[in-house]
């Protein structure tokens, strides 16, 4: 089935960089986009970055912009974000997602996220 | 960025009681607006799209309508899995915004 399994969160100290990762299965993974969300109990679920099915399009949330990098591997089916210049506000479980339609289903792209990964959390603390 | 403002934020219910929430966006998005399902320490589920339209595999006791700047999710007759908290999200503009959730609760 359709599967998405993120790895790489922890506790890191601000102003450190961490990588997270999400392999992807069950699905053409070059037909579609993908997507970083972040959850917290204040501040509830928050878009991150985006990354188109070909990965020559990349977007990022203001408060991330500059310090994450969204990227993609079609060769290992991963998607990957890297983050540097941690800060506190940065604590959140992550959540990789794809895009509900494949580039070619002629569906609008960049709007509904489906399936999801099970999350990782990272923590950023002295 | 389009806010989402759900209402209300937590409501308690029983088993076969009709469940309402509602999602209210800053501005005009069409019917572009999904619904999510999320149990404790699990990744949302997405239930709707296009403000109506069930995804597959999702029991038809879920509704969602509205069109503009009001939605509503509807559970017709509540089961137990269904205890979750619910996120609307608009998809008009990009990036898409969530509402900050609505917990059902026993």
């Known amino acids: 089935q359709e599967q998405l399994v993120e790895s790489g969160g922890g506790v890191v100290q601000p102003g450190k960089s961490l990588r997270l990762s999400c392999v992807a299965s069950?699905?053409?993974?070059?037909?579609?986009?993908l997507h970083w969300v972040r959850q917290t109990p204040g501040k509830g679920l928050e878009w991150v970055a985006s990354?188109?099915?070909?990965?020559?399009?990349?977007y990022y949330g203001d408060s991330v912009k500059g310090r994450f990098t969204i990227s993609r591997d079609s060769s290992q089916n991963t998607l990957s974000l890297q983050m540097h210049s941690l800060r506190a506000e940065d604590s959140a479980t992550y959540y990789c997602?794809?895009?509900?339609?494949?580039?070619?289903?002629?569906?609008?792209?960049?709007?509904?996220?489906?399936?999801w990964g099970q999350g990782t959390l990272v923590t950023v603390s002295s | 960025d389009i806010q989402m403002t759900q209402s209300p934020s937590s409501v308690s219910a029983s088993v076969g009681d009709r469940v309402s929430i509602t999602c209210r966006a800053s501005?005009?998005?069409?019917?572009?607006l999904a619904w999510y399902q999320q149990k404790p320490g699990k990744a949302p589920k997405l239930l709707i799209t296009?403000?109506?339209t069930l995804q597959s595999g999702v029991p038809s006791r879920f509704s969602g309508s509205g069109s503009g700047t009001f939605f509503s999710l509807t559970i017709s007759s509540l089961e137990p899995e269904d205890f979750a908290t619910y996120f609307c999200?608009?998809?008009?503009?990009?990036?898409?915004?969530f509402g900050q959730g609505t917990k059902v609760d026993i």
């Open positions: 990354i188109s099915h070909d990965g020559s399009k990349s």
């Open positions: 997602a794809r895009d509900r339609y494949d580039f070619w289903s002629g569906y609008p792209t960049f709007k509904w996220f489906d399936p």
């Open positions: 296009a403000a109506s």
């Open positions: 999200q608009q998809a008009n503009s990009f990036p898409g915004t």
């Open positions: 501005q005009d998005i069409s019917g572009w």
């Open positions: 069950g699905f053409t993974f070059s037909y579609y986009a």
